[in-house]
């Protein structure tokens, strides 16, 4: 599913952010991605949906290797992953319903098949009732799920997402983590880089924590593993 050999990735202004990562994430898995501020998470994550390019290494995701795919096929790897970011990023001037649709549009579906799509993942999310409002009217927890519906409604093999529950109070957390969640047990892998101690000390699942560039501890059901 997805598979990083030896990957490094060197910043213009000379930080290695990723310094001889390698690692395997099988089709179904829950990941979280923890270690401390700096350590390389977001560029881990940034490196599979090729937000940034690897420096050296190789890096397949999907049966596709990003590190060799040209700019132009980079919308192609993205319609195969769902990506959900800490501060939603969803366009002001669409409704909830809108903003779902715009992501199977632009891979030009039939009318009715992106209705019947967008109001199944809309309600997937507990949003049904919601699907006309505009992103400013609604709760920052609501916002969240919108960007996870926007995220599966390709029903993307994989969910990548950079600290989902950051902008968002316990409560709301828990209950993105639930989506998150029933997302895994349909079958789709789940990649997470959280700060949310609690959630990865309670919903248990493998951790892979970064420290200065390089993977320091891999483990199935490990725990958040130290003080942030
Ligand atoms: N675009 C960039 N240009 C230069 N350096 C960068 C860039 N992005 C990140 N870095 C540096 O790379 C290192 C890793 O950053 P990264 O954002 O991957 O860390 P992180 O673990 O996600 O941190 P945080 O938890 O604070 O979000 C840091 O030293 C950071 O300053």
């Not at 001889?20 to 990941?31: A, C, D, L």
């Not at 060799?68 to 969803?90: E, T």
């Not at 983590?177 to 000390?201: L, P, Y």
């Amino acid at each position: 599913m997805i598979e990083m050999k030896d990957v490094y990735k060197k910043y213009p202004n000379g930080v290695i952010a990723s310094n001889g990562i390698s690692v395997k994430i099988n089709k179904g898995e829950f990941v979280y991605v923890v270690g401390p501020s700096g350590a390389g998470k977001s560029t881990f994550i940034k490196l599979m949906y090729r937000e940034e390019r690897a420096t050296s290494g190789s890096i397949i995701v999907n049966n596709t290797d990003v590190t060799a795919l040209r700019d132009q096929k980079v919308p192609l790897l993205r319609r195969q992953l769902g990506v959900v970011f800490q501060d939603f990023k969803l366009l002001p001037r669409l409704t909830v319903y809108e903003n779902i649709a715009f992501a199977l549009e632009v891979i030009e579906q039939q009318p009715t098949i992106v209705k019947e799509k967008v109001m199944h993942v809309i309600a997937k999310v507990g949003l049904a009732k919601k699907a006309q409002h505009f992103p400013h009217e609604l709760s920052g927890g609501e916002q969240q799920r919108v960007a996870i519906a926007r995220a599966i409604v390709n029903k993307p093999a994989v969910v990548i997402a950079d600290e989902p529950t950051g902008n968002l109070d316990p409560d709301t957390a828990w209950g993105i983590m639930d989506i998150f969640h029933e997302i895994n047990q349909d079958g789709t892998t789940i990649v997470m880089a959280t700060h949310n101690k609690d959630i990865v000390n309670s919903l248990r699942r493998r951790v892979i924590a970064i420290d200065g560039g390089e993977i320091v501890r891999d483990e199935y059901g490990g725990d958040y593993g130290y003080e942030s």
